[in-house]
């Protein structure tokens, strides 16, 4: 099955800096998705990429898929203490079923 | 509209002892999912079901048992508990039509002594 790799597993920023995750496989990937899990809680759906070198916005969120669509990326501008969670990327299967395989996350804490 | 719901959201088992989760959809999704959480290991599939009457093993489907009971529920069984199934269990659903983002519910903590 696909394998997705995602770094660093943990990150401590102070609040106002810059935050970003890494996702990668060493296969073509055909869509990725993006959850955020905060504590204690369950994962959220954030967003979808398709294409090949997309770039989609949620106010200070930025995600890219990469050209050869095999590694994506998740940016927090300016984090506050609100960005804090789980950020975990998910590979999509061609199956009807449209299985998720996770990547293992990255855990975001923001020290005010 | 709950969304996706589970119970119990917490449960102590003893080793050997066995027990159902219960999963529930309202959003007249087709498909269903069962995945564990472990520290550092992200979510795991245990089993799904790409549409009522079937289902299909996941990544670590050893121990359990699902059953699709009708369009809405999703059931896991433990037939006999082991401590190496201590996690946080996850009922999630999804449809095509809508890009397949899943709706999670909010999790069974299950702790096996």
């Known amino acids: 099955g696909q394998q997705v790799m995602q770094i660093p597993q943990y990150q401590h920023v102070q609040e106002g800096e810059d935050f970003t995750t890494y996702c990668n496989s060493s296969?073509?990937?055909?869509?990725i998705q993006w959850y955020k899990q905060r504590p204690g809680g369950h994962p959220v759906f954030l967003i979808q990429?398709?294409?090949?070198?997309e770039v989609k916005k949620q106010k200070r969120l930025t995600f890219q898929f990469g050209e050869a669509k095999k590694n994506s990326s998740l940016h927090i501008t300016a984090t506050q203490t609100t960005d804090v969670g789980t950020y975990f990327c998910?590979?999509?299967?061609?199956?009807?079923?449209?299985?998720?395989?996770f990547g293992s996350g990255t855990q975001l804490t923001v020290l005010p | 509209n709950a969304g996706v719901t589970q119970t119990p959201k917490f449960q102590v088992l003893k080793t050997g002892q066995s027990m159902t989760l219960q999963c529930a959809q309202d959003?007249?999704?087709?498909?269903m999912y069962w995945y564990r959480q472990d520290p550092g290991m992200g979510l795991r599939l245990i089993y799904y079901?790409?549409?009522?009457?079937?289902?299909d093993k996941g990544e670590v489907p050893n121990g359990y048992n699902v059953s699709r009971l009708n369009k809405r529920e999703f059931s896991l069984r433990l037939e006999s508990a082991a401590p190496s199934q201590t996690s946080v269990y996850f009922c999630?659903?999804?449809?095509?039509?809508?890009?397949?983002?899943?709706?999670f519910g909010p999790g069974t903590r299950l702790t096996v002594t």
């Open positions: 999630a659903s999804s449809n095509y039509g809508t890009g397949y983002e899943q709706y």
């Open positions: 296969t073509t990937l055909s869509n």
């Open positions: 990429l398709v294409k090949s070198g």
């Open positions: 998910a590979a999509i299967s061609s199956g009807s079923a449209r299985q998720l395989t």
């Open positions: 959003m007249n999704h087709n498909s």
């Open positions: 079901s790409a549409s009522e009457g079937t289902t």
